[in-house]
Nanobody, 117 residues
Framework: QVRLVESGGGLVQPGESLRLSCAASGSILRFRAMGWYRQAPGKQRDMVATITSDSVTNYADSVKGRFTISRDSAKNTVYLQMNNLNVEDTAVYYC???????????WGQGTQVTVSS
C-alpha cells in the first residue's frame, strides 16, 4: 500500500512564501510522476505543477514564475516552493502520485494554504 503525507501548509500574507512537501512511502514500483493539485471552496480540483520520472515539469499558467516543483527521488519526496503568494492561491493542496506498469494513482490527504492580509 502506498501512502502520501503532505506538510508545509499554513496561513501567510500576500507576497510571502511557503514550501510544501509530500513524502511517499510503501511499495512504489515504476514511478511515473508526482504532482500538486489544488481545490478552492466551490471549485474543481486543478493541476498546479507536475514532475515526471525524467524530471520534466509542467505548471499551470497561473503559477508559472512563482512556483517551483522539485523531487528528491532517494526520499520519494516532492516539494512545491511557492513564492509571491496571492489570495487566489488559497486552497487545499493535494499531492498525487502515478506509479505502476498498469498505471495507478494515489492522493494525499491535502494541506490547507491560506493567503490573507
Amino acid at each position: 500500500q502506498v501512502r502520501l503525507v503532505e506538510s508545509g501548509g499554513g496561513l501567510v500574507q500576500p507576497g510571502e512564501s511557503l514550501r510544501l512537501s509530500c513524502a511517499a512511502s510503501g511499495s512504489i514500483l515504476r514511478f511515473r510522476a508526482m504532482g500538486w493539485y489544488r481545490q478552492a471552496p466551490g471549485k474543481q480540483r486543478d493541476m498546479v505543477a507536475t514532475i515526471t520520472s525524467d524530471s520534466v515539469t509542467n505548471y499551470a499558467d497561473s503559477v508559472k514564475g512563482r512556483f517551483t516543483i522539485s523531487r528528491d527521488s532517494a526520499k520519494n519526496t516532492v516539494y512545491l516552493q511557492m513564492n509571491n503568494l496571492n489570495v487566489e492561491d488559497t486552497a487545499v493542496y493535494y499531492c498525487k502520485l502515478d506509479v505502476g506498469i498498469v498505471p495507478m494513482t494515489y492522493w494525499g490527504q491535502g494541506t490547507q494554504v491560506t493567503v490573507s492580509s
